[in-house]
């Protein structure tokens, strides 16, 4: 049977289900698929806090969505184009975020009176016609897989566990995906259980044959590879990226890498990941708690490793005693926020940015700590690089705020040129005769010596009470107290010297209109540019790496614009910092519900702003 | 010393000695060449604890001990965390760190897990390690880190003038209980025992030959050592182990415990402890029983029943006290562990190489 195929330049798709139905996984090959066939992409994974919720119910809905693309993109999409619903639960939460017209996939062996209940639907909704908006294909995708699977020496269970993968077959024909990735997968993924291995194979491809064959998809479509720079690529995740520029920090210092952390969500990937890096003389030590975990990291720190800490928002609460230590003893820490919806406990497995004041300000007494920011997944990797370079240059804890938006969504990574990542030089104190001086200060850097035990004629005692300048001996003296205080904010604010400008893009050069954002924001703030741009107005863009210090030339480029727009997640942090410390007034944007920004509505906040002008 | 030409692998293991002594860890640290004295150990800095204070003596012995050991000073680190014997390492000339309340051990892991060339000792009190850094101290304790504790014990806490500690006895008048503690104490050797702690000992902060004896052992021990030292806080909890120091009563109650001996005790050796079938302690007249009645003290024995057993026996008030070790058992240390996983993976990994570890996975190339 021939089919029609459409050409699209972009598709948005969002896999949904129970968190056992394995729609991450489900998504996260569909995603390998479209990075191997050269599209742009760009994901975002959202699942409950509950590893399985009950079957069924709407808290245990897990979905995966995808955005991929002939051109670059920036987001995983406002709105999805197909919506794959495995159950009831699945189609009820997202059906308010499809727009009229999409593609809805739904399983409807789940379909069932009792699953209808659990969810409040009075009457099937694929049948009463309330769907009736949308392109609705409704196929009994269970019982096709188990069909398929007859002559499988598997369970009933198992054998409709594979859904999953009948249903990533269906989706890879109807887009045109290659294949050969998700086979090695399952087979390298169950090589112990090979009639698993067999069945799930055989599930993806009768869910391939079923579109070719079935009149139910008449069409099939077709996105062309994106154009991308020459090079090595491969699809990556923030989390992975991070834990990769963390070892590459340790390659490119010399400095052997000491991760002390503690389980939490969404950062204990970097845990996982960096623990399988041993081979690089990486350290990894699951600590008995968050204080633990940072004490170990600047314990090792102290004896010359790079120590660095992973966690998020909770867990930085506990650490701040320590990263006050590590502020008072000027020593080299990596404290890795990967931030997630607060206060307390929050919504754990959901984004924001709402930690940058406790990054900030968040420890006892004055307590000037260096906060940098990835902006998108792949990023994280040179943010990573970056702090481990200004923690080792300056002797300073630095806190890199990712968060949870980055850390699960993934984008395809162009491999750097190892040879010309930069050099990060730690400078250990040399052997001496003579006194030695743990406070005398580079008079360019203002850091102080890393003398690491070990090194003769440098013994010296540090700690958290205030030293004498130079001597370091422990000082309770009034003038002593002042000058100390003032140079280690000295310290701090000098780094706006040794990092980048803040570039701006305006290309036009007539925008009266400037939006700053800051971390994870980058993607929805600049594809919301890009429309606004689309539509005639003028419009400039920043995105803040640096939240402290800021660089040096922030004030300038603020000044020089009208307005400037903030979007942040969460009720105003930056702007807070930016009118407190520079006295210029800006307007927030913010949202906190746990997501991401939806370009299409900072489209209409920025054109607001230009258009009151 | 167990064994002083280690090579500072993990294989070879324990070597099973009656001590219950595996390989020392200290076969990794660099010895010196010059001869020590105490003096080489002493900082310029004033010594700030208050006249009369324990610390004083503890101070002594160790700084008269440490050229025992023959290391070199660079690779000897003090860590402690708050309180009135956290400010220990500002008094050694050695590196140190002193830290926040409670936290000296999880530091100190993270030192001694990524430098096996240290011997990294621990400072701390009974507030700081059992109080507020209960945890630390029982996790260092089951991972068995190569760290040795001093553990001042005062019952009391002296920095923030006197109110009273997780050893306080029950009902004791403080500035925070004008009417009486209501906590029941740790017995901090219970404790240690029962968190796994491989080496357990107590000593005296007045008894300079005994309490170098057992920092000697607790310095070889393989992991994690945790040393009770008894301490008088002279201002706040005065004579509070004043039955220990009188010399009228002392050698009664005082039992000093020796690996493979009998446990007779008395300013005569006239008393003895006897194994009861419930296998707590009972303490005989060495004239009543037969010899073969009289405890044998085993402090390698794997089962840490016996040992346990004689952390009890100062309940509730010195009535009779051991000193000594406790506990002295083989156990690879975390931090040899840890050191073996990384060589094992840059064995049969080969070591890292970050070109090929940014290109691992599925990738694609672009032309």
Redesign the interface.
């Known amino acids: 049977m021939t089919k029609q195929v459409q050409q699209l330049d972009r598709v948005i798709i969002r896999f949904a289900g129970d968190s056992g139905d394995g729609m991450q996984l489900t998504g996260d090959r569909f995603t ?1 698929e479209t ?2 066939f ?1 599209n742009d992409l760009s994901t975002l994974p959202n699942f409950p806090a509950e590893i399985r919720a009950p079957a069924g119910t709407l808290p245990g809905v897990s979905s995966f969505q995808l955005h991929f693309a002939d051109h670059d993109i920036l987001t995983p999409g406002d709105a999805p184009d197909v919506l794959v619903a495995m159950n009831p639960a699945a189609l009820k939460a997202n059906l308010g975020d499809l727009p009229r017209g999409a593609d809805l996939i739904v399983n409807t062996d789940e379909f069932s009176k009792r699953n209808l209940a659990k969810v409040g639907y009075a009457a099937d909704p694929v049948t009463d016609g309330s769907l009736a908006e949308y392109r609705v294909h409704a196929l009994p995708l269970t019982s096709m897989t188990v069909t398929a699977l007859e002559g499988y020496d598997i369970s009933k269970k198992d054998a409709e566990r594979a859904k999953n993968m009948f249903a990533l077959g269906l989706l890879s024909w109807l887009y045109h995906r290659p294949t050969e ?1 998700t086979v090695g997968f399952l087979e390298r993924k169950f090589a112990k259980k090979p009639e698993i291995m067999k069945a799930n194979i055989a599930a993806f491809q009768a869910g391939w044959s079923y579109g070719e064959t079935t009149e139910a998809f008449s069409v099939q479509y077709e996105v062309k590879p994106a154009e ?8 990556i995740t923030g989390n992975a990226a991070l834990s ?1 520029g963390i ?2 920090a340790g ?1 490119q210092s010399g400095l ?1 890498v ?1 991760l ?1 952390s503690y389980p939490i969500t969404p950062a204990s990937d970097i845990l996982h990941e960096l623990s399988k ?7 990894t ?1 699951q ?3 968050e ?3 940072v ?11 790079l ?1 660095v800490t992973t966690t998020s928002g909770p867990g930085i609460a506990l650490k701040s ?2 990263i006050g ?1 590590a502020v008072a ?1 000027e020593l080299p820490l990596l404290v890795i926020d990967v931030q997630r919806a607060g206060p307390s406990t929050g919504l754990p497995t959901k984004t924001e940015q709402a930690d940058l004041m406790q990054a900030m300000y968040g420890r006892n007494g004055e307590a000037p700590v260096p906060v940098i920011a990835p902006q998108s997944p792949s990023d994280c990797f040179d943010a990573a690089l970056e702090a481990a370079r200004i923690a080792v240059k300056y002797r300073t804890p630095v806190i890199l705020l990712s968060d949870g938006y980055l850390a699960n969504g993934s984008e395809p990574w162009k ?2 040129d ?1 040879a010309a990542l930069p050099k990060i030089e730690p400078n250990f104190a040399a052997p001496s005769e003579e006194a030695f001086e743990p406070f005398r200060r580079d008079p360019e850097t203002l850091a102080r010596p890393w003398a690491v ?13 205030e030293k004498a300048d130079v001597t370091g ?2 000082s309770y003296d009034p003038a002593n107290h002042d000058t100390m205080v003032r140079l280690r904010q000295a310290k701090v604010d000098g780094i706006a010297n040794d990092v980048a400008p803040l570039a701006v893009d305006d290309p036009s050069g007539k925008a009266r209109v400037l939006v700053m954002g800051w971390g994870g924001t980058y993607g929805a703030i600049s594809a919301a540019v890009r429309r606004v741009r689309a539509e005639g107005r003028d419009v400039a863009q920043a995105h803040l790496r640096h939240l402290n210090p800021f660089p040096a030339n922030l004030p300038e480029v603020l000044r020089s614009y009208d307005k400037v727009v903030v979007p942040e997640i969460n009720l105003g942090q930056l702007s807070m910092l930016l009118r407190g410390r520079l006295l210029i007034d800006v307007i927030g944007y913010n949202q906190v519900r746990g997501l991401p920004f939806k370009s299409e509505e900072l489209q209409d906040v920025i054109q607001e702003v230009i258009d009151s002008e | 010393m167990s064994d002083t030409n280690g090579n500072g692998a993990l294989n070879g293991g324990g070597n099973g000695s009656a001590g219950g002594n595996g390989r020392s860890l200290l076969s990794l640290v ?1 010895k010196t060449d010059v001869k020590q004295t105490m003096k080489d150990f002493k ?1 310029d ?1 004033e010594v700030r604890w208050c006249p009369g204070c324990g610390d004083y003596a503890i101070l002594a012995a160790v700084q008269s001990f440490l050229p025992e050991l023959g290391l ?4 000897i ?1 003090f ?1 402690s965390g ?1 309180g009135c014997s956290s400010r220990f ?2 008094y ?9 309340h409670g ?1 000296a ?11 096996p ?2 011997s990294v000792w621990v400072v701390t009190g009974d507030g700081d390690s059992l109080s507020i850094g209960g ?2 101290l029982i ?1 260092a304790l089951r991972r068995n880190v190569n760290l040795k504790i001093l553990l001042f014990n005062n019952r009391i806490y002296g920095l923030t003038k006197g109110q009273y500690s997780p050893t306080s006895e029950t009902g004791k008048i403080t500035k925070s209980t004008p009417m009486g503690s209501l906590d029941a104490p740790f017995n901090p050797l219970s404790l240690a025992i029962g968190a796994e702690g491989t080496f357990v000992a107590r000593t005296i902060d007045s008894d300079r030959k005994h309490l170098q004896s057992v920092l000697r052992a607790a310095a070889e021990h393989r992991g994690t050592a945790l040393v009770e030292i008894y301490q008088n806080c002279n201002i706040f909890n005065d004579g509070a182990f004043e039955p220990l120091k009188d010399a009228a009563v002392r050698d009664d109650i005082t039992i000093r415990l020796e690996d493979g001996e009998p446990i007779v005790f008395g300013a005569d050796r006239q008393k003895a402890l006897r194994r009861t079938p419930t296998g707590s302690f009972e303490v005989v007249n060495v004239a009543d029983v037969a010899a073969s009645e009289i405890a044998v003290h085993d402090a390698s024995n794997p089962d840490p029943s016996m040992a346990f057993a004689l952390s009890r026996l100062d309940q509730p008030a010195f009535e009779h006290t051991p000193i000594g070790i406790f506990r002295n058992v083989d156990r690879p240390s975390y931090d040899e562990l ?1 050191r073996a ?2 060589e ?3 064995e049969t ?4 190489d ?2 090929a ?3 691992s ?7």
Not at chain 1, 277 to 283: A, E, L, Q, T
Not at chain 2, 105 to 113: S, V, Y
């Open positions: 390998q990075a191997a050269g990735g991308h720079d020459a090079g090595l690529y491969r699809n990769l070892v590459a390659v052997p000491y002390g890096h041993k081979r690089f003389g990486v350290r030590f600590a008995e708690d204080i633990a975990a004490g170990a990291a600047l314990g090792a720190s102290f004896g010359g490793s120590g005693e320590t230590l003893t491999l750097p190892v035990p070990g090194t003769p004629g440098l013994e010296h005692r540090i700690g958290g009470l001996n422990i | 660099p900082t800095q070199r000073r660079e690779n680190t860590i708050i390492p500002y050694m000339n050695t590196y140190g760190f002193h830290s926040i936290r051990p999880a530091i100190a892991t993270g030192l001694a897990t990524s430098r060339d240290l945890n630390h996790h840890m996983q990384v094992e993976a840059v990994q080969g070591a890292g970050l070109a570890l940014l290109g996975g599925d990738t694609w190339r672009i032309d």
